[in-house]
């Protein structure tokens, strides 16, 4: 009898009235809220925007879409301006990527010491990343005034001045500058979390390396580096999602111009939907930024995945 | 001996460089709000502030919409705060304690938001707003805000509660407290740091957001103050040191408040954002 009562219990726990954390239904509840509300403001306008790409809608008439398949995609993928597009696009992602990463480890490498002022030193850098890309953009453009911009000024005073010192205005000069201000911006977050990242380097075994003899770069290479690169890898990947849909800095600063010279990707589809009143068109080259962040995710994950593998070797 | 010293002296110089360039620009944004025309002007950049000139920020606020669009700025950043905490704290809840069907599911499908721009949903919310009448108003910029900074606020959260023991819950249950009972007396008092953190980002969110603010607003009296300062780029009406102040105006209570919440801010950023 017993026996029986106790094969029976668990099956009695099937249906239990209120289970430790309630019923399975309980996290469908704490869930819903969030989904819903993220469903209809990010998961509906999705979709809305990849049935746009397949499609030739005016943002003059925008309820009245006619379906043209492939032809949004066939049509900018033969346009010499979107190739341009996508090639700026890869100079100002890889470039913004190595910028704010190479200079976040450096200035983590930096102030992974002790010394006076450090909390100092370190609140001071996080600066650049807090402030407001919109303040950001007024004060580049101001310090980059071809007449009384302090970038000029200081250029020519060590005789690199640009001539006419207008550099938003040249194509060739406008991406750097843009580049140095998106790097100025995000080079805080990688150096805190790179700074973090640091204190897992285990101290003795440096130490250890440095009384051997090893060099400093030997040490970085073999010790500190191989603590750090899972770390390294996910900024890299942070970055580079960032990076190729950041728009208010470039658009307040150039527009894309001169000359299309700064025009990225979310530049060109900003234009297209608002200048040129083609949404469909629009809609299509915002898909190919998507598609190109899913494969550099999908990437990512494998690259993980290889040496995750090879780790275990 | 004296290497050492030279490698001592090097990095010092290398951390205030480092320090110089980090401030400068908003030192720079101070400095020409402080500047009287003839300084602003001259052939030689006066490179300190002239203290003398401190009302200019007095004009700013006097001057036309500077008052409406700040406080625009702030309904709108309370409101997106208010709204992405509230409903990532369930989320953040339901993916730390739960194991359901969709789970991962949900967690990448958050971590894939990071990746849409904001100009790209630009135009089907406006559809969308236009059609429930959102447009030109402060609380369509909030739910806009809130669905995009909402991914991250959870993921911070999720990470706060990952880290509190499931013990502490245990005593909760044995007295029969529902989920939702011991969520709110029990975890959220634990992860206020988590909660000031992910508030703060959501806060700044909003307070910074441009694109959608643009885009669907068009009465001037509820333009917010990021759309009020990009105007005055490439116009040349207002005076450079009411731009100026307007601007720093509108920096100082960001990067205060970033100081002073640096180091929720960035375990948080690290644990949940960055880790996923």
């Keep these: ?313 | 001996m004296s290497r050492l010293r030279l490698g001592l002296t090097l990095r010092i110089v290398a951390v205030l460089v480092v320090m110089g360039v980090a401030v400068f620009p908003l030192y720079w944004m101070f400095v020409t709000a402080l500047s009287s025309n003839s300084d602003l002007f001259a052939s030689e950049a006066r490179l300190l502030p002239d203290f003398t000139q401190f009302g200019v920020f007095a004009d700013a606020l006097a001057e036309g919409e500077t008052l409406t669009w700040l406080r625009n700025s702030l309904v709108i950043a309370l409101g997106t705060t208010a709204l992405s905490i509230g409903l990532g704290i369930p989320l953040g809840y339901a993916l730390s304690r739960f194991s359901f069907r969709g789970k991962a599911l949900t967690t990448v499908a958050l971590l894939l938001t990071q990746m849409l721009p904001e100009a790209l949903m630009v135009v089907p919310l406006f559809a969308l707003f236009n059609r429930f009448d959102l447009l030109d108003t402060l609380s369509g910029l909030i739910l806009a805000n809130a669905a995009f900074v909402l991914p991250i606020v959870a993921l911070i959260l999720k990470g706060a509660i990952d880290g509190i023991p499931r013990e502490l819950e245990e005593a909760g249950r044995v007295d029969g407290a529902r989920p939702l009972t011991m969520l709110v007396r029990i975890n959220v008092p634990l992860i206020g740091p988590s909660i000031a953190a992910a508030a703060v980002i959501a806060f700044f969110h909003a307070w910074n957001e441009y694109v959608f603010a643009v885009t669907f607003i068009y009465a001037p009296e509820m333009q917010p103050a990021s759309v009020g300062i990009a105007s005055f780029i490439g116009e040349v009406g207002t005076p450079v040191q009411t731009v100026m102040a307007v601007a720093f105006m509108f920096t100082l209570p960001a990067v205060a408040f970033y100081l002073f919440a640096q180091k929720y801010v960035v375990a948080g950023m690290t644990a949940g954002a960055v880790k996923g």
């Design chain 1, 1 to 313: 009898m017993t026996v029986l009562e106790q094969t029976r219990a668990p099956r009695s726990d099937v249906r239990p009235r209120r289970s430790p954390l309630g019923s399975r239904w309980t996290p469908y509840l704490f869930l819903a809220p969030a989904a819903v509300f993220i469903g209809l403001f990010q998961a509906v306008p999705l979709a809305q925007e990849i049935y746009l790409s397949f499609t030739r809608t005016s943002l003059l008439n925008p309820t009245r879409s006619t379906w043209v398949g492939l032809e949004n995609y066939a049509h900018i993928f033969s346009d010499d301006d979107f190739h341009r597009t996508l090639v700026t696009t890869l100079i100002y992602v890889v470039a913004c990527v190595i910028g704010s990463v190479g200079a976040g480890l450096l200035v983590a490498l930096l102030l992974n010491r002790n010394f006076r002022g450090r909390g100092v030193a370190r609140a001071l850098v996080t600066v650049p990343w807090a402030a407001p890309g919109i303040a950001v953009a007024l004060i580049a453009t101001w310090m980059l005034n071809p007449q009384y911009g302090i970038v000029n000024r200081f250029l020519d005073a060590v005789g690199l001045g640009v001539p006419g010192g207008a550099i938003l205005d040249s194509s060739t000069y406008a991406l750097p500058a843009i580049l140095v201000t998106t790097v100025w911006q995000l080079f805080p977050l990688t150096s805190v979390v790179l700074l973090s990242a640091l204190q897992a380097v285990p101290r003795d075994l440096t130490e250890a390396a440095t009384m051997d003899g090893a060099g400093r770069w030997w040490t970085f290479r073999a010790v500190t580096w191989q603590v750090i690169k899972p770390t390294v890898g996910l900024l890299a990947l942070l970055m580079t999602i960032w990076s190729i849909r950041r728009f208010e800095l470039i658009w307040l600063m150039t527009k894309g111009g001169p000359v299309g010279s700064t025009e990225t990707l979310v530049i060109d589809l900003y234009a297209q939907a608002f200048d040129s009143k083609q949404l469909g068109t629009a809609a299509a080259i915002g898909m190919v930024g998507v598609v190109i962040s899913l494969i550099v995710i999908a990437g990512s994950r494998l690259v993980t995945r290889a040496a995750d593998k090879e780790g275990l070797r």
